[in-house]
């Protein structure tokens, strides 16, 4: 199947650092990928869009200069956090659908872990 | 807005037992829906997607089954094993939002050996 990575597993940073985590498909071109949150023993919730060659789409709530996201390429995806700080301490992980919207497999990173000190 | 539910979110079972998780959701517009496995600290392991024009899928020991008109979607785990301890997700694409998904918040599932 599928794969897709993601890099760092895990970080650990002081407050006011900035982070940047790597999304990647590793065999499959993807023009969206998709990040997402997910707290302590919670569901996953969507932050944004990445859309290869233009801007992310950013869910209600969720503010687009705090987390930066670049499609760099039809492999690659960044989210970087700006300045952590520890509220912004969870668990990131990405998709990326195979194919066009809304009908195909998304597959999954493993995760980062990101702890702000 | 589409919400996704499951329950129960937690559920343990002696090795052996057939297991049920429960998926509902709000908005019948969906694509598909697509069942996961997440271990402690993991990512999201795809188990099975079910298109819309479809009723069910079977994997091995897994069966999904899909009613969207009652908004459900049902996952049968048979003959329970320890390894099959984790939490499971469904979550569906509304057909307006492309490959956005939204999320139940997961069904922890415990097999005791």
């Known amino acids: 199947g599928a794969v897709v990575s993601q890099h760092p597993s895990r970080v650990i940073c002081k407050s006011g650092t900035s982070v940047k985590i790597e999304c990647r498909s590793l065999?499959?071109?993807?023009?969206?990928m998709f990040w997402y949150r997910q707290f302590p023993k919670k569901s996953l919730m969507l932050m944004a869009t990445?859309?290869?060659?233009?801007?992310?789409?950013?869910e209600q709530g969720v503010e687009k200069d705090k987390f930066l996201i670049n499609h760099a390429s039809l492999t690659l995806s960044t989210l970087t956090v700006t300045s952590a700080h520890p509220e912004d301490s969870s668990f990131y992980i990405c998709?990326?659908?195979?194919?066009?919207?809304?009908?195909?497999?998304?597959?999954f990173g493993p995760g980062t872990r990101l702890t702000v000190l | 807005k589409q919400e996704v539910t499951q329950i129960p979110a937690a559920l343990s079972v002696p090795e052996g037992e057939n297991l049920v998780l429960n998926c509902s959701f709000t908005d019948s517009a969906i694509y598909n829906l697509q069942w996961f496995r997440q271990d402690p600290g993991k990512g999201l392991t795809s188990l099975l997607l079910?298109?819309?024009?479809?009723r069910e899928q079977t994997s091995g020991r897994l069966n999904a089954s899909l009613d969207k008109s009652s908004g459900r979607s049902t996952l049968y785990i048979a003959a329970s094993q320890p390894g099959d301890s984790a939490t499971y997700l469904c979550a569906v694409p509304l057909k307006a939002a492309g490959n956005k998904l939204t999320f139940g918040g997961g069904t922890r599932v415990l097999v005791k050996p």
């Open positions: 990445s859309n290869e060659g233009s801007k992310a789409t950013y």
């Open positions: 998709s990326a659908p195979l194919g066009g919207a809304g009908t195909d497999t998304q597959y």
């Open positions: 065999d499959f071109q993807a023009t969206t």
């Open positions: 079910i298109q819309s024009s479809q």
